[in-house]
């Protein structure tokens, strides 16, 4: 609740809060109401509507050219000014396109730099999207970034081993969005050892195809993972989020088993990925995944989601399970109604409480009509 949220925030001092990436006016209401009276609020959003309903509004356009000439010199402190100027102007200084190119220049030796650059350049010139569409000017910015996302993508085919390199790019595009992962989840992914999976993800992160974060974790932006996904043919999409959800439902369960259960707090993203591609492939990985991640979910206080993702295993038991998953699945409704009962504020406790006693009742029900193996 905001008041609870302000409450909390109240005896900080002085405060920057940012709301990121908003696209919806609505959800800044109880952000506002949140804010302590010495907070200041920072939104970013791509939408002009909740620009102006903010306040001041400051738009963030493409870099400046010395801004551009600055990001280049960061990798590539050897390349000329003319040349990094030429190469800003290809991508027309967009921030991720010229990030995307300069990661990947850097991946070659300094004679083959003025190549490169005019092969960018001319593929730019030609004007073409991925679709083969000429450009618009409406829409010059995004096709340009999708240039570079495919001349990126391409350059990776040239390097040695570089079919498998683009088929682990696709596979990370399976990955939950705008979420950070270690180096076993990409393992999992690509059947490889970690050892051999390191190696490949420093290859991506000295293209820029990814960020190295803190403690070992990756992230992959949200338009680079569209654009892997985007590449993926349908037996990739068929095979890689299994494989993710298995990969992180075995996690799971190993640290649930030792009572480390907190250790995958950072990963609860994917693992709220994998659960909804559950729910429509596999029931029984979906009634494993609410089982492990119970302790976790009421460790980090998500009493409310620990029972949403209960009903949903139930509802889809319901649907297509058998008795045995019906009533397995009331059982943790039971589990999760008394996790609310206790975390979720302004629940009726009383009314969880006998909810929950409901549940237990009918999924013992259940279960006695069902034969013992």
Do not use: K
Not at 44 to 50: A, C
């Amino acid at each position: 609740a905001p008041e609870i949220v302000r409450g909390l925030l109240a005896d900080h001092g002085r405060l920057l809060l940012v709301a990121d990436n908003v696209w919806e006016r609505a959800a800044l209401t109880p952000i506002r109401a949140a804010l302590p009276i010495d907070a200041h609020l920072l939104v970013t959003t791509r939408d002009e509507r909740v620009a102006r309903d903010v306040g001041r509004p400051i738009e963030l356009d493409v870099l400046s050219v010395p801004d551009a000439l600055a990001l280049v010199a960061q990798v590539i402190p050897d390349l000329s000014p003319a040349l990094a100027g030429r190469l800003a102007q290809a991508v027309s200084r967009h921030p991720l396109a010229l990030e995307i190119a300069v990661g990947d220049l850097a991946s070659h030796g300094r004679d083959e730099w003025a190549g490169l650059v005019a092969r960018l350049e001319a593929d730019m010139t030609l004007g073409l999207a991925l679709d083969g569409a000429p450009l618009d000017d409406d829409l010059t910015r995004v096709r340009r970034l999708e240039i570079v996302l495919r001349y990126s993508y391409d350059a990776l085919g040239r390097a040695p081993d570089g079919a498998t390199l683009q088929r682990h790019f696709r596979a990370v595009g399976c990955l939950a969005y705008e979420a950070n992962f270690a180096t076993d989840a990409a393992a999992a992914l690509w059947e490889e050892n970690e050892v051999a999976a390191q190696a490949q993800l420093n290859i991506f992160a000295a293209r820029s195809l990814l960020r190295r974060q803190a403690r070992g974790r990756w992230q992959q932006h949200a338009i680079l993972r569209g654009f892997a996904l985007q590449q993926q043919g349908a037996t990739e999409r068929d095979r890689w989020p299994e494989r993710h959800a298995r990969h992180y439902l075995d996690a799971m369960a190993a640290a649930d088993d030792a009572q480390r259960y907190y250790i995958m707090a950072p990963d609860l993203p994917n693992l709220r990925h994998a659960f909804t591609w559950a729910l429509q492939e596999s029931l029984d990985t979906a009634q494993a995944l609410l089982s492990h991640c119970a302790d976790l979910l009421r460790s980090q206080n998500l009493g409310a989601e620990y029972l949403r993702w209960a009903d949903r295993v139930l509802a889809q038991a319901q649907h297509s399970g058998s008795p045995r998953a019906v009533g397995q699945a009331l059982l943790s409704r039971g589990n999760a109604l008394q996790a609310a009962a206790t975390l979720v504020v302004g629940a009726d406790r009383g009314a969880r409480l006998r909810q929950a006693l409901a549940a237990y009742d009918e999924a013992l029900h259940m279960l006695s009509d069902v034969p013992l193996d």
